[in-house]
Structure formats: structure tokens, C-alpha cells
């Protein structure tokens, strides 16, 4: 009996270990065009030539620039996926894991001040999102719990005055949501 139980416990080790490791594995340097018309997103992954595609399917500009960069591990999204703007300024950066978005995505305008910054967790909003104007100055503040909107939500006009400001509790809105003048525009 206890022959059995170390035996299940040292495979249930093993398997969890190994998926663990298997996460974080960076795909072969392979690089597709996202328009190879071998290369298929399917809804249970990415194909190449009729196969489990690994490796990073990348979108390019007629000069061949490498305009965004997706890591593909065993058909799955995974990894650090990156966008350029055609200039060579960053565009973007996000983070998959199993084909899922995780963690943190930013995005950037073209002068390099960022232009949101969104948590994910198992696919979804999850923690703080931030939208910013061209000039750096936050727009929308906003929080998520797994994909729903919970807490404090706020939104502020290009001259920095708050025009919006309520929260979320148990998918009810309380506060100010938005305001408009009362006045009427003509007499």
C-alpha cells in the first residue's frame, strides 16, 4: 500500500514539475509571416504546413521590417509577444502563457509616452488598467477582477479635470458616472 502511495505521489510530482518547466520554454527561432498561407490559427492553435506550429509568427512592412513578433509554443500563444511602430519605436508588449494573455500588457504612442498599460489574468482584465493621453497624462483609471469591473473607476478630461469618478460593488455602479451641462446650448 504505501509502495502505491509514493509511486502516485512521485508521478503527481513529476507531471506537476514537468508542467511547470514546459511553461516557461522559449520556442525555436523558426519565424513565419503571419500572410504564409501555410501558417493557420485555428481555434485549438496556431498550424504550419499541417502541423503544431512553435516557433514566432511575425508581421512584417513591405521592406521586411519587423513590425510585431509572437512567440508560438506547441500551437499556444507563450511568451513575450512585442510590437514595433515602422520607425523602430516600441509599439507594444504583452505576455502569454498557454495561449492565454497574462500578466502585463503596455502599449505606447509613437512620441514613447505610454499609452495604456492592462493586467491580465487567465485571459482576462484583472488589477489596475490605465489609459493615458498622447501627452503622458492618465485618461482612465480603472480595476478589474477577473474580467469584471470592481472598485474604483475614474476618467479625467485633456485638461485634467476628473469627469467621471464611481465604483463598482457587486456589479452595481455607485457615484458619478458622467456629467454634461444642464444649460441648453441655444436659447
Avoid at 512567440?71 to 510590437?83: F, R
Amino acid at each position: 500500500m504505501k509502495k502505491w502511495l509514493l509511486t502516485g505521489l512521485l508521478l503527481s510530482f513529476s507531471a506537476c514539475l514537468f508542467l511547470f518547466l514546459n511553461r516557461y520554454r522559449t520556442p525555436p527561432t523558426v519565424e513565419v509571416v503571419n500572410y504564409d498561407p501555410l501558417l493557420q490559427k485555428t481555434d485549438s492553435g496556431w498550424y504550419y504546413k499541417g502541423t503544431v506550429f512553435s516557433g514566432y509568427m511575425v508581421e512584417k512592412e513591405k521592406d521586411g521590417l519587423i513590425v510585431y513578433r509572437l512567440p508560438i509554443l506547441d500551437g499556444q500563444e507563450n511568451g513575450l509577444a512585442k510590437g514595433w511602430y515602422n520607425t523602430g519605436e516600441t509599439l507594444l508588449e504583452r505576455r502569454f502563457v498557454d495561449g492565454k494573455k497574462e500578466g502585463l500588457f503596455k502599449q505606447w504612442w509613437p512620441n514613447g509616452h505610454l499609452r495604456y498599460v492592462f493586467h491580465y489574468r487567465y485571459d482576462q482584465y484583472h488589477g489596475p488598467q490605465l489609459v493615458f493621453f498622447p501627452d503622458g497624462t492618465k485618461r482612465e483609471e480603472s480595476r478589474f477582477t477577473l474580467g469584471e469591473q470592481d472598485g474604483p473607476q475614474q476618467v479625467w478630461n485633456k485638461e485634467g479635470q476628473l469627469v467621471s469618478n464611481y465604483t463598482i460593488r457587486n456589479k452595481r455602479a455607485y457615484g458619478l458616472i458622467a456629467f454634461k451641462s444642464c444649460l441648453p446650448v441655444m436659447h
